[in-house]
């Protein structure tokens, strides 16, 4: 089970079926969807992705996923997840447009590589970001994410991979 995780400002909780619209309409924002995946997609289908949330992802605890609150109220989205194109656990975090220009995309990337390490025992974590995505980029940098390769997309596109070298947590004594 994805558990809740506390940064100083933001609160990354399961999804509920409750944050449906939320979701779409983070997801259907051209500002935020022109980065994430394939880019923007269709109401319809962006409902179907949050469905897959409940019903594939957390019914077979394929990775941890995450609604992204600041004071009560939907700012974003976060997950960490093994994929074949980093060789390795990726981090991937979308924020609201009004969330952006106050430091929570750097607290969001540093909870998810924290908990990479503390709780999946991971040594390295990676990114994969759009290369004119230069807000994203800038921020991984000035966390310790360095860019190791560059993927050529179907659509001639490239797409940068960056990782960070991270040290697990030591076990509890006990």
């Given at each position: 089970?994805?558990?809740a995780?506390?940064?100083?400002?933001?609160?990354?909780?399961?999804?509920?079926?409750?944050?449906?619209?939320?979701?779409?309409?983070?997801?259907?924002?051209?500002?935020?969807?022109?980065?994430?995946?394939?880019?923007?997609?269709?109401?319809?289908?962006?409902?179907?992705?949050?469905?897959?949330?409940?019903?594939?992802?957390?019914?077979?605890?394929?990775?941890?996923?995450?609604?992204?609150?600041?004071?009560?109220?939907?700012?974003?989205?976060?997950?960490?997840?093994?994929?074949?194109?980093?060789g390795?656990?990726?981090?991937?975090?979308?924020?609201?447009?009004?969330?952006?220009?106050?430091?929570?995309?750097?607290?969001?990337?540093?909870?998810?590589?924290?908990?990479?390490?503390?709780?999946?025992g991971?040594?390295?974590?990676h990114?994969?970001?759009?290369?004119?995505?230069t807000?994203?980029?800038?921020?991984?940098?000035?966390?310790?994410?360095?860019?190791?390769?560059?993927?050529?997309?179907?659509?001639?596109?490239?797409?940068?991979?960056?990782?960070?070298?991270v040290?697990?947590?030591?076990?509890?004594?006990?």
């Open positions: 089970m994805t558990p995780l506390r940064t100083g400002r933001l609160h990354l909780d399961p999804y509920t079926p409750a944050d449906e619209d939320d979701f779409v309409a983070l997801f259907q924002d051209t500002a935020v969807s022109r980065w994430m995946g394939d880019g923007p997609a269709t109401e319809a289908e962006d409902r179907a992705l949050f469905g897959r949330i409940f019903t594939r992802v957390y019914a077979q605890h394929l990775f941890d996923v995450w609604a992204v609150r600041r004071d009560g109220r939907f700012v974003g989205h976060a997950e960490i997840k093994p994929t074949e194109e980093t390795g656990h990726e981090i991937v975090y979308a924020l609201a447009p009004e969330a952006w220009g106050a430091g929570l995309g750097t607290e969001l990337a540093e909870a998810l590589v924290a908990y990479g390490a503390a709780h999946l991971l040594t390295e974590v990114a994969t970001v759009a290369a004119p995505n807000a994203s980029l800038a921020l991984l940098g000035r966390i310790g994410f360095t860019h190791v390769r560059d993927l050529r997309e179907d659509d001639g596109s490239t797409t940068r991979v960056l990782t960070r070298v040290r697990p947590a030591p076990a509890p004594a006990g």
